[in-house]
């Protein structure tokens, strides 16, 4: 069992940063692939990024590419995503996943609402 929590949400002006964190519990984190997904109003969820149980093995959607960046640090047991130059369409709330691989979700957290103003 993996309990995640989301934090870094925000209001941020287009062109602007923020950086999501998610915190997982457990002594497993390093076992299992990690992933960002994010849901618009009226639109389902949709996968932003995820990251492999192999450090450094990442993907990414086309719409966010070469403006976000995932990473994992496994000794604080976090996740995370810089996100960089948002644009309104970013806005949403994002989702920490976790699952054998972020392909394969077994685990939600409760989401962060990221608003991008334009």
């Known amino acids: 069992q993996v309990q995640l929590v989301e934090s870094g949400g925000g209001l941020v002006q287009a062109g602007g940063s923020l950086r999501l964190s998610c915190a997982a519990s457990g002594r497993t984190f390093s076992s299992y692939g990690m992933g960002w997904f994010r849901q618009a109003p009226g639109k389902e969820r949709e996968f932003v990024a995820g990251?492999?149980?192999?450090?450094?093995?990442?993907a990414y959607a086309d719409s966010i590419k070469g403006r976000f960046t995932i990473s994992r640090d496994n000794a604080k047991n976090t996740l995370y995503l810089q996100m960089n130059s948002l644009k309104p369409e970013d806005t949403a709330v994002y989702y920490c996943?976790?699952?054998?691989?972020?392909?394969?979700?077994?685990?939600w957290g409760q989401g962060t609402q990221v608003t991008v103003s334009s």
């Open positions: 996943a976790a699952g054998s691989s972020f392909t394969n979700i077994d685990y």
């Open positions: 990251i492999r149980r192999i450090v450094g093995s990442t």
